[in-house]
């Protein structure tokens, strides 16, 4: 069960599998979730040396008390990939996994192969913020189950929240295993995202895949839209009928397109292979 000792002292739990051998690829996931989360890309991604990360405040990691700031949750990755012994992996971030990744690209350009940014945003618009300071009130006075059952439509599109909400108001809670102080940290890192970081990632040179779900609500296709047109030379899918949650909800649909671009960018083809801007349903 590997864990890494970040700079201030945070224990920082990783998960690994699918082929030592393969090209290593970093994911990163999303706001309260941890490498659980990535139980369907399992199998899609096995070709690949897969290191998932419990970001600090949820799963395996520590938790201390917060506020948490993205660059440091970018370095507790950076400890993860030096404790596996990797110099440089694709990278995969989710939500604010994506937010953590594009820092990571940023700051330390040398340890990104490729970047695929997942139901993100670079810039923090004011409604989000508001958002944000609601769900953090709900967690203060209901806890995290109080906050999961209130926020499942956030999640998922209208048709598979109907079907899925009686499962998931039971298990939504066992998903995100974050408990309420880590969330609240967690909340707090991205109210303080640095708008510069947005600026710089026009600096951003590797093949950059920026994918969405047209039914996303949290994040919706503007915020993907304006990333991939700051990074040179991205790629933006959009999945329709696919919302905030489609690395589950549409798995398949997600594992298709993140394991295409994968496929192309990887080794000796990275650079050689134009991207392109596509959309899938």
Not at 16 to 23: A, T
Not at 30 to 43: E, K, N, Y
Not at 212 to 236: H, M, Y
């Amino acid at each position: 069960m590997p864990f890494v000792e970040s700079v201030d002292g945070t224990r920082i739990h990783y998960t690994e599998w699918g082929d030592r051998e393969g090209e290593p690829l970093l994911l990163i996931h999303g706001l309260g979730a941890d490498s659980i989360g990535w139980l369907f890309q399992r199998r899609a991604f096995s070709k690949y040396r897969c290191i998932a990360v419990d970001n600090r405040g949820s799963g395996r990691s520590d938790k201390p008390e917060g506020p948490y700031v993205l660059e440091h949750m970018a370095h507790d990755a950076r400890e993860v990939l030096a404790d596996a012994g990797v110099e440089s992996a694709h990278v995969v971030g989710a939500s604010m996994g994506g937010a953590i990744a594009q820092y990571l690209a940023v700051l330390h350009p040398e340890q990104v192969r490729s970047l695929t940014l997942a139901c993100t945003s670079c810039v923090l618009r004011e409604w989000r913020d508001e958002l944000l300071g609601d769900w953090a009130d709900v967690v203060e006075k209901e806890g995290m189950r109080g906050f999961a059952t209130r926020n499942l439509g956030w999640l998922f599109g209208p048709r598979s929240f109907r079907r899925l909400y009686p499962v998931a108001v039971a298990v939504g809670p066992l998903l995100m295993r974050a408990p309420d102080h880590g969330f609240l940290g967690q909340i707090a890192a991205l109210r303080t995202v640095d708008p510069e970081v947005a600026e710089l990632i026009r600096e951003i040179e590797v093949p950059t895949l920026v994918l969405t779900g047209s039914q996303d609500i949290l994040t919706p296709v503007a915020d993907a839209e304006e990333i991939a047109s700051r990074i040179p030379g991205a790629e933006l899918v959009v999945i329709r009928g696919a919302a905030h949650g489609f690395m589950v909800e549409n798995a398949r649909d997600f594992n298709h397109v993140v394991g295409e671009f994968l496929d192309r960018v990887s080794g000796h083809n990275a650079e050689v292979i134009p991207l392109r801007r596509t959309a899938t349903g």
